[in-house]
């Protein structure tokens, strides 16, 4: 700093000089943090050690010594024989190979199944889309309506020559995509609404309406909301009315997350002060308006962390279903290990599903730091 | 005192005296009253403010001029009287609540700007949606009052980008885009670093000699002392003591005014 004089009320950018080397670069990096002192580079050079022989082994057991195919008899039964010998020095990947059908798309017919297949494809289109901040506009919205229009013409059939399939057959992962989907997306809009109604001044029995369900419903375990959606509800309804299992599943669930949501909301609509809103009032914007434009984009954006963690949380909370008779991705996988030829190649069933679980949980959870970091560069406070 | 003297707003300015304003009341407060749960804190204020009448309200901290000068576009309800903005009651009526908000600008203590939308647009969303004004005309509006508070290069910014004062300026910048014919300013240079606010008391003087109708909490005396016609002084949720700058300041007639001036002195 020390070459640049600096005059009173200039607004130039005071010159400064370049850090000496070897303060800044991935060497200089791992000196500071990695070989600081010896017992620091003992510890690193010992997790070094443990770190590749734990990847060497699981390189071994999950590539090398894997068995990818077996011979299947005449009748079409597996011959897991060389599974067998294999078992607890290679993977048996084939298992995968005879099953992935199964497991992906469940009981729906088989030469169908490219229809599940297609929506799978849209929903994660749909998840792109809407992911990408230049699509936020109102089109998104009969983006979404239309795309699940199709999904939901695909996956029933019975228009335009598709032959009709009962969702007593859907299965895996279009089940869960689905929960996860339309659940989300109306527990969303859901959860806000209670939460503004929660904060409501003015209309003290909207507030207490929406206290009364988010206690009540976080009162009480998803599967037992579960159960009632599948067990107490139908006793409810006049005869005759049979509202499908898979749609009271899903009010079930749209009704549970949306109290969940609701409190994220909350909590970012109590940490903003309270002069936005008054800003927003004395302006003379009406309540939907200063809510809208005002409150809702900055709390909102305040809570992405805890809102995709829960987001995250629901959609492995799908799997739930399971136990009111639907056919998920998890469920699918248990179906799958149920055949006796694969009876006892549970783990690699289980790591492939992880697999597929993970790919959507992560790349929520490094969206929404994406986002977070996006819009916190706006703001630059 | 003069301004208890009741509603009639060239009753009570015609008692002033200093540069006398004659002309339709702006802002009438009748035998106004509020509490806080059992906290009296707005006691029988009856005030009027004539048309292009420049106020200034001053008291110690806890007097109650915050919530008074808060109540004028209703952001606190007050439970006994009558508020009268610019010919309109205020009421429950949410249509004559949106009438006067329309006609009052606000600039707040803390400014409140909304930080997650830019310069420009804190500026333009309240003639877009509230005016229902074309983008491209709010846009040139806002522009124009952004030069005229000498921030027009910040437009493309964040709030969280500018300085106090220019931040405090904006504020103002955002409350004449909706062309109110009241601005109320609470205490807006309170937040302020020293050096910041001489540059948001520059605009305020500048808006001042516009002939805006102002109704100001502020401790700055020099400020009265400039563009005030009248000095209001509160005490205890009452108002105290009114006249003009000259006459508050060296001839206070009560005990408490006499003590306040001599502690706002004190700290100069």
Redesign the interface.
Known sequence: MGDTAVTVGTIEPVARSRPPPGIVGPWAWARANLFNSWLSTAITLALVYIILRLAVSLVDWAFVHAIWHVPYSDKGVPDTSSCQRAKGIGACWAVIADKYRLILFGRYPYDEQWRPAICVALFIGLYVVSAMRRFWRKELVLIWIGTLTVIGVLMWGGVFGLTPVSEDYWGGLPITLILATFGLAFAFPLAILVALGRRSTSMPAVRMLCVLYVELIRGVPLISVLFMASVMFPLFMPAGVNIDKLLRAQIAFILFAGAYLAEVVRGGLQAL?K??A?????????YW?KTG??IL??AL?LVIPPLVNTFIGFFKDTSLVLIIGLFDLLTMGKVALSDPPWLSFATEVYIALAIVYTAFCFAMSKYSRGLERE?GR???? | MVARTGAEGTDTMSQVASPVLEGPSAITLDKVNKWYGTLHVLRDISMTVAARERVVVCGPSGSGKSTMIRCINRLEIHQEGRIIVDGTELTDDLRSLDTIRREVGMVFQSFNLFPHLTILENCTLAPIWVRKMPKAEAEELAMSYLSRVKIPEQARKYPGQLSGGQQQRVAIARALCMKPKIMLFDEPTSALDPEMIKEVLDTMIELAESGMTMVCVTHEMGFARQVAHRVVFMDRGEIVESGSPKRMFEDPQTDRLKLFLSQILRGH
């Open positions: 002060p002069g936005q008054e800003a927003g009032e004395a302006l003379g914007l009406t308006q434009l005002i984009p900055q954006r819009l706006a703001h630059r406070r």
